[in-house]
């Protein structure tokens, strides 16, 4: 409560009046501080807007030089900014991994048992932990001193979330033990960037599997992404010969993954860790990536016995065949719509296979087409012969919107009508006029409508106007 003001207008009058000195507006109170965690979240709603763009390296910087920024204004902000500086990490140096390694190993030493929080900073703040562009870059000879500064690392990250490599680098076992066992291993919700070879993650006299291990406990697990070692020639004559005595492993406990909604399995016909997975319920798989392998029969192929299995609940199959020299392509399924009903979007490699449809019949006897509602189709490129199976399939895809051509861009706008209706441009052009009749849209690689058809809707619509 303030106090009373009193005003003396004549003091030096015989009987000096006083007058009350009353306030025109209420008294305002005093700002109450905001909580920590309100500041935090103001801080992550502006540095993390836009969280397609955060993965950037331009972006990364961003964001730290403005956490390095807000650490500066006062005590209180730097007590708020700093976890969120940890919170992403993106290395891209073998120096920097070192670093950053040590200062977390200082960091835990100093840590006493006195506080409250058994894990220490700023290790427990680490939530995302970026290492594709660092590992892209290492030579053979240092991939023996970053798998031990990652065996250090890892336990001193409790509350890992997301962890990305480059999906040409191998973990060793005892990079992946320290990942496993380490508390917190149920934390991780993504795996990005893995690169899985089973004859050394593998036993096969005891069926242990050093990355199944690490599944087991990862319960959490929402995103994987692994890229095998693929198939040579060698080994494809191998498989053909020895495809009738080929056994497949003792699987005594199925993994449990009830929260993974996407899974990438690449360059990789047959595996324990895809034996194991086959045989697992995934009841929340919806996107899966893979590379088919249908002309090779099981056991040494598992990957048409896969999109059997785990096709119903599907709506995003990409079936790709990694780059690299010699390429060797493998057909895939014909009856990837009869075992993935549910589709909303499919792409295919080549050989590009002649999908078909089978006929339900209901209880009344009367056959009826088997409607799907793809509405996504990507293919490599244009090919005549596949025309001829999706003007078959038109009828059953009603809900079909776009067909993009994944390995092929349209030319550039300028180019004379001869260029534009000349090899593969041309045999697109004809696809676009096709398709436009029928209300589907043909893209490129970049997701791009033809600009001759772009210029040809802009010139109707300005005779229109007229």
């Known amino acids: 409560m303030c106090e009373a003001v009193l005003l003396y207008p004549r003091p030096l009058a015989r009987y000096p009046g006083r007058l009350l000195l009353l306030p025109l507006l ?36 961003n964001i730290r030089r403005s956490c390095l920024s807000l650490m500066l204004v006062c005590k209180g902000f730097k007590e708020v900014a700093m976890p969120l500086l940890y919170s992403n990490v993106c290395l891209h140096s073998v120096n920097s991994l070192q670093k950053f390694t040590a200062h977390l190993h200082s960091a835990d030493r100093m840590w006493d048992s006195i506080r409250r929080i058994p894990y220490s900073t700023p290790g427990r703040w680490v939530q995302v932990l970026d290492l594709s562009a660092l590992l892209a870059e290492l030579d053979s000879s240092a991939y023996y001193a970053v798998n031990a500064l990652l065996t250090q690392l890892f336990p001193l990250l409790p509350f890992l979330a997301k962890l990305t490599l480059y999906s040409g680098f191998l973990l060793s076992c005892r990079a992946l033990a320290s990942l496993t066992h380490r508390d917190g291993s149920s934390n991780i919700r993504a795996l990005g960037g893995i690169y899985y070879d089973p004859f050394i ?49 003792d699987i005594t406990v199925p993994l449990y993954l ?16 895809m034996y194991v997975l086959l045989h697992s319920p995934l009841p929340r798989l919806r996107t899966l990536s893979l590379t088919p392998y249908d002309d090779i029969p099981f056991p040494a192929s598992l990957s048409s016995v896969f999109l059997e299995t785990h096709g119903q609940p599907l709506r995003n199959i990409f079936l790709f065949t990694p780059m690299s020299w010699p390429t060797r392509y493998h057909s895939s399924p014909s009856t990837i719509l ?6 909303r979007h499919l792409s295919l490699e080549y050989p590009l296979p002649a999908l078909t449809l089978t006929f339900q019949r209901p209880l009344t006897g009367v056959s009826s087409p088997c409607i799907i509602p793809l509405q996504i189709l990507s293919i490599p490129r244009p090919s005549s012969d596949f025309w001829v199976t999706l003007e078959r399939l038109l009828p059953f895809l009603p809900s079909l919107q776009t067909i993009r051509m994944r390995d092929v861009q349209w030319l550039r706008h300028g180019m004379t009508s001869r ?48």
Not at 38 to 44: G, K, P, Q, T
Not at 209 to 230: A, S, W, Y
Not at 338 to 343: A, I, Q, R, V
């Open 201 to 249: 993650y593998s036993a096969v006299a005891t069926g242990e599997d050093h990355f199944v291990q690490l599944l087991r406990v990862c319960v959490n697990l929402e995103l994987l992404e692994v890229t095998g070692i693929g198939l040579d020639d060698t080994d494809l004559e191998s498989h053909f010969d020895d495809a009738e005595s080929l056994k497949t492993p």
């Open 26 to 61: 209420p008294h305002r109170p005093s700002l109450k501080p905001l909580p920590s965690e309100i500041w935090s979240r103001i801080f992550v709603q502006a540095l993390f807007e836009d969280d397609q763009n955060t993965q950037s390296h331009n972006a990364h910087n």
């Open 419 to 466: 260029a534009q209706e000349a090899g593969i441009q041309g045999e697109m052009m004809e696809w676009d006029r096709r398709l436009t009749r029928r209300g589907i849209r043909l893209l490129d690689r970049n997701w791009k409508e033809s600009q001759v058809r772009e210029c040809g809707i802009l010139k109707l619509s300005e005779l229109a106007v007229f």
């Open 258 to 273: 009830p929260h993974l909604r996407s899974l990438t399995l690449l360059s990789m016909p047959s595996s324990l860790l």
């Open 338 to 343: 009869n075992t993935s009903p549910h589709l």
